[in-house]
């Protein structure tokens, strides 16, 4: 699978169905040339007066579907997932705050609750499922949903009778069910092949009702328990202890089964401010879940699920850091420390996504874009997601096959431009340089050292290095056509 800049985004939306020719080229272009100007407004991007008009007409157009932009590039992360046996379909969800465009229309508003005080921000939310390897290779989107949240209808008073009222028994708020609707996509997308998916989500998504569907579709769930709900602890299936208890003093009744160590990324904020490796004690139990009684009028099936906890917690964190506590519940059977070391590793690949929108918000600097309407920025934000998810993928890739030769994503022309321009000279080898040395001299570009002691470059250096490479790529072009 070549990815060089000349081709890659006429391969990652071969097949796209805008119903328009013009409109198919438009975005094939759009995506090559915003991908190769990561920090660069649309105007910037574009070549002159002329492209950057038809770009903002192309994300004006009403009968351009974001859908419709995104399937080719589902398509092709699906045709990727197939070729293993276990991908991770991680579900996230993202906040685009654009209170500084106050004259954009159709934004929705929600608050900002990770600081103080809290506030009101104007914008959008995206609902994505990424698939990743368990070895965390980013093989791209699976399904992605881009809205602004509704005003609420002004409350009524409460009636008599009106408890049970729901269709289906169900009180889920609306919201909600993007969890459910990820899961029932993800598994459509890889019906019927030999590759098993694993929904990951962290504690927003702690409902009985994806348990639920999940068990009615026979698929997978790893998903960071948020309620300390009441649960019955499991010897078999056929037997449980009858008196119920709380999950979190439960699990802590429960043997340690050993020591495992994860790498935690650097998220900023009060979750940790460094890149560290944590040692977390595991314990592991089956236990029987049930739907919260107060949102349910009618009876259901089932009534109660099996699952197993998985309990990880950092007794010793280092000084200044929070400790790390994960509950994690799974449908899948856990009976081992190796499978539920497993599954810790898989939970931390969670933070993949994470990154994701960090590159959307950092890299392409999504929530300075100026489009005018909800609309335009929601068609906008799902190209941008497809060319982050190739700066991810760049970054990645260097490390998981780092003797590959560059030519994999790099054209010849970059190659060479690049290898000129940090070792200052024209005698190039006689065989193209490898992917992780490639992938090394786009940090330099962008502000990596590259001492002995430090780590592969990370997406931060890599978004930058790659924009500069590309503005040489073409003024060697410029200068060799003269």
């Known amino acids: ?104 229309k159709d934004l929705g508003k929600f608050f900002q609750s990770s600081g103080l005080p809290r506030q009101e921000w104007r914008g959008l939310i995206m609902h994505t499922v990424f698939a990743v390897t368990p070895n965390g290779l980013p093989l791209g989107i699976i399904d992605q949903k881009i809205y602004a949240r509704e005003k609420k209808p002004k409350k009524r008073p409460r009636q008599r009778g009106d408890r049970g009222k729901q269709q289906g028994g169900t009180l889920l708020p609306k919201e909600s069910l993007k969890w459910i609707q990820g899961l029932i996509n993800c598994n459509y997308h890889f019906e019927g092949s030999d590759c098993k998916t694993i929904s990951v989500s962290d504690r927003e998504s702690d ?86 009684q107060a949102k349910h009028s009618v009876k259901r099936e089932p009534s109660e699920l099996l699952v197993y906890a998985i309990y990880a ?70 190209l941008m997601s497809i060319a982050s998810w190739r700066i991810y993928w760049i970054t990645i890739v260097g490390r998981s096959n780092p003797k590959t030769p560059c030519t994999f994503f790099l054209t010849d022309s970059e190659w060479k431009v690049l290898y000129a321009k940090i070792y200052q000279t024209k005698n190039f080898p006689t065989q193209p340089i490898t992917t992780q040395h490639a992938i090394h001299l786009i940090g330099r570009l962008g502000g990596f050292l590259d001492r002995k002691s430090d780590a592969d470059p990370g997406v931060v250096s890599l978004w930058r290095g790659w924009g500069r490479l590309n503005d040489l790529v073409e003024g060697w072009c410029i200068a060799s056509a003269a």
């Not at 859908?67 to 080719?72: D, Q, R, S, W, Y």
């Not at 939970?347 to 960090?358: A, M, V």
């Not at 950092?362 to 309407?373: A, I, K």
């Open 1 to 104: 699978m070549k990815k060089s800049s000349d081709t890659w985004s006429e391969e990652e939306l071969e097949g796209i169905n805008l119903h328009d020719k013009r409109l198919e080229d438009r975005a094939i272009k759009l995506l090559n040339r915003i991908s190769s100007e990561p920090l660069s407004p649309i105007n910037q991007a574009c070549l002159n007066w002329a492209e950057t008009k038809a770009a903002y007409r192309f994300f004006r157009n009403a009968a351009v579907e974001p859908h419709e932009i995104l399937a080719p590039h589902i398509k092709n992360t699906v045709e990727r997932g197939r070729k293993f046996k276990t991908i991770l379909a991680i579900q996230d969800t993202a906040f685009f705050n654009y209170k500084t465009h106050p004259k954009t």
């Open 207 to 292: 409902i009985f009702e994806l348990f639920e569907q999940a068990y009615l579709l026979k698929s997978s769930v790893l998903i960071r328990a948020k309620a300390d709900r009441l649960v019955k602890g499991a010897m078999s299936p056929y037997y449980y202890r009858q008196n119920k208890q709380k999950l979190r003093r439960f699990m802590r009744k429960m043997k340690s089964r050993g020591i495992v160590t994860v790498n935690i990324p650097s998220r900023g904020g009060t979750l940790g401010n460094h890149h560290r490796s944590a040692e977390l004690e595991l314990r592991f139990a089956k236990v029987v879940i049930f739907p919260t």
């Open 313 to 382: 917690l950092e007794e010793h964190p280092p000084i200044g850091e929070v400790p790390i506590e994960w509950m994690l519940l799974t449908d899948i059977p856990v009976s081992t420390f190796d499978e539920a070391a497993e599954k810790i590793k898989w939970y931390s690949l969670r933070f993949r996504i994470e990154t994701l929108h960090r590159i959307l918000k950092s890299g392409f600097l999504v929530e300075q874009c100026r489009l005018g309407t909800a609309a335009a920025l929601i068609r906008y934000l799902t």
